[in-house]
């Protein structure tokens, strides 16, 4: 009786109202999440932008000691400016004197050591000291 009988298939367990795991489509995530695409863009703008930041202000602080030395520079340019005009202005004032025809003997006197002939010159000498005599008292 045994013999004729029907084996009986394996059973397998059957888990009760199990749910099963559906793959969202792109349009549902979106509905899932709208605005994650939003979040992310602004995420990566924000962090370029602080990048961006931070290598400004380091390059910033860099060249504030280079601007410091240059500013020293200039002043000490400025004064050599003014010293070199003062001297300029002085020289243009010498060159119109001797340039001028009425001051040209004057010039020619002063720079160089001719003398005119018309002019006679006076030396002055200490007196020499009389240690004999004269004669003209004998």
Same mark, same amino acid.
């Given at each position: 009786?045994?013999?004729?009988?029907?084996?009986?298939?394996?059973?397998?367990?059957?888990?009760? *109202?199990?749910?099963?795991?559906?793959?969202? %489509?792109?349009?549902? !995530?979106?509905?899932?999440?709208?605005?994650?695409? $939003?979040?992310?863009?602004?995420?990566?703008?924000?962090?370029? *932008?602080?990048? #961006?930041?931070?290598?400004?202000?380091?390059?910033?602080?860099? $060249?504030?000691?280079?601007?410091?030395?240059?500013?020293?520079?200039?002043?000490? #340019?400025?004064?050599?400016?003014?010293?070199?005009?003062?001297?300029?202005?002085?020289? !243009?004032?010498?060159?119109?004197?001797?340039?001028?025809?009425e001051?040209?003997?004057?010039?020619?006197?002063?720079?160089?050591?001719?003398?005119?002939?018309?002019?006679? %010159?006076i030396? #002055?000498?200490?007196?020499?000291?009389?240690?004999?005599?004269?004669? %003209?008292?004998?």
């Amino acid at each position: 009786m045994n013999a004729l009988q029907q084996p009986t298939p394996h059973l397998t367990p059957v888990e009760p *109202n199990r749910r099963r795991i559906r793959k969202r %489509s792109p349009q549902q !995530q979106q509905r899932h999440h709208p605005h994650r695409g $939003l979040a992310v863009e602004t995420t990566a703008k924000l962090a370029v *932008n602080l990048v #961006i930041s931070v290598v400004a202000v380091s390059a910033l602080a860099k $060249l504030l000691p280079y601007q410091t030395l240059q500013q020293q520079k200039l002043q000490e #340019i400025r004064a050599e400016v003014e010293h070199t005009e003062a001297r300029v202005s002085r020289l !243009q004032e010498e060159l119109q004197l001797l340039l001028a025809p009425e001051q040209t003997l004057q010039m020619m006197d002063r720079y160089s050591y001719r003398v005119d002939p018309n002019k006679i %010159s006076i030396v #002055i000498t200490p007196p020499k000291e009389e240690t004999e005599p004269r004669s %003209s008292d004998r």
